[in-house]
């Protein structure tokens, strides 16, 4: 596979970051929140943010951002009531991955492996 270009990393970079808020928004997020899903500091956040084509992400924060933009076209497909796939990440979950938890309690971990197992669980959901 070929090494993505810096100029290509920053283009999708700054493309999830203009999405990114209305995600954060849509489920209800705090800026705390917002900023620890992506593994940045709240005034990182704030300022990547405010200017999406100045931000500069490592591989981390792609990574990320990835995976959260996956996790929400993915409620978006399962769920095709907005209230309803947008609310899903608050709603605490009997499946054994969040053990009564909710989805976004998972995510808040702190680990990119978080996100992951809940990337994995609602592509497994979609078969």
């Known amino acids: 596979m070929q090494q993505m270009t810096a100029r290509k990393q920053h283009q999708l970079g700054a493309a999830g970051l203009r999405a990114y ?3 954060a928004r849509a489920w209800g997020l705090t800026e705390t929140q917002a ?3 992506l593994g940045a500091p709240e005034s990182t956040y704030r300022r990547w ?3 999406p084509e100045r931000a500069s992400l490592d591989v981390n924060h792609l990574e ?3 995976l959260i933009l996956g996790i929400h076209k993915n409620l978006h497909i399962l ?3 907005e209230d309803a796939a947008n609310s899903w990440v608050r709603r ?3 499946n054994p991955l969040f053990a009564g938890h ?3 309690e998972r995510m808040l ?3 990119v492996g978080d996100l992951v197992a809940v990337r994995q669980h609602l592509d497994g959901a979609r078969g």
């Open 21 to 23: 808020p209305n995600i």
């Open 35 to 37: 900023a620890r899903l």
């Open 49 to 51: 943010k405010r200017n």
């Open 64 to 66: 990320r951002l990835s």
């Open 79 to 81: 769920l095709p009531r």
């Open 92 to 94: 605490p979950n009997t």
């Open 102 to 104: 909710t989805p976004l």
């Open 109 to 111: 971990g702190g680990q």
